[in-house]
């Protein structure tokens, strides 16, 4: 089962920055939090991970909270392009290190 | 640098018969896991290999099966289809197994239809 939580959907204006939330409250301490994309029919893209500081990069920026029990994938500036299903994954090492994708929260961004 | 890259993007069978996809993995690459998508129930692991040694597996039944090759390449095997098998079936590398820490990269599926 999925060890995250989010919501089913969002939508924001083209323009604005987009800020998904996820929870985790179950995490480990060694466990990282990953953002995944899927736009229909394709692979899911990467586009971010970390453990407990917040990451930035050319795609997106993610915030994790000091107890680590959400975090929160922010697009700066959405376009139409990122409309897609995000999918937040919590992350473990060895044996259980495959992702367990759960619902994802399907992003519109609106003209 | 090339990304996963995997054959063919689309398939049709008939039930009862078998497909054969295939997958290569980005170049230095060595850990290949495979996931099968539907509607109904999402992304689900199937397996996972390593240096040619499954190392996880996910919960399906034994007429799915896998298999890599000296060079990183995978193919995954699925016998006896049946309708409820038709699903994107996608693949992803890594560099190592095991390392939460390691970014997985996905192509962009095989698409099979059973009918």
């Known amino acids: 089962d999925a060890k995250t939580t989010q919501p089913t959907s969002m939508d924001c204006a083209e323009g604005r920055a987009a800020n998904l939330p996820c929870n985790h409250s179950?995490?480990?301490?060694?466990?990282?939090v990953y953002w995944y994309r899927q736009i229909h029919s394709q692979g899911p893209q990467y586009i971010i991970h970390?453990?407990?500081n917040n990451e930035t990069n050319e795609m997106a920026s993610l915030i994790i909270t000091e107890d680590r029990k959400s975090s929160t994938l922010i697009l700066p500036h959405a376009t139409l392009r990122d409309t897609a299903v995000y999918y937040c994954?919590?992350?473990?090492?060895?044996?259980?290190?495959?992702?367990?994708f759960g619902k994802g929260i399907t992003l519109s961004v609106r003209p | 640098k090339a990304g996963v890259t995997q054959t063919p993007r689309y398939l049709i069978k008939t039930r009862g018969q078998q497909v054969t996809l295939s997958c290569s993995p980005i170049s230095g690459h060595r850990s290949v896991s495979w996931y099968q998508q539907t509607p109904g129930q999402g992304l689900q692991f199937l397996f996972e290999y390593f240096s040619e040694t499954q190392r996880n597996k996910g919960n399906f039944p034994g007429r799915f099966s896998g298999r890599q090759f000296s060079n990183s390449r995978s193919e995954m095997n699925v016998s006896t289809l049946e309708l409820g098998d038709s699903a994107l079936y996608l693949c992803a590398s890594s560099s190592l197994w095991g390392r939460s820490n390691e970014k997985l990269f996905f192509g962009s599926g095989t698409q099979l239809s059973v009918l």
């Open positions: 970390g453990l407990k």
């Open positions: 179950t995490i480990s301490g060694n466990e990282y």
């Open positions: 994954i919590v992350r473990s090492s060895g044996a259980n290190s495959k992702l367990t």
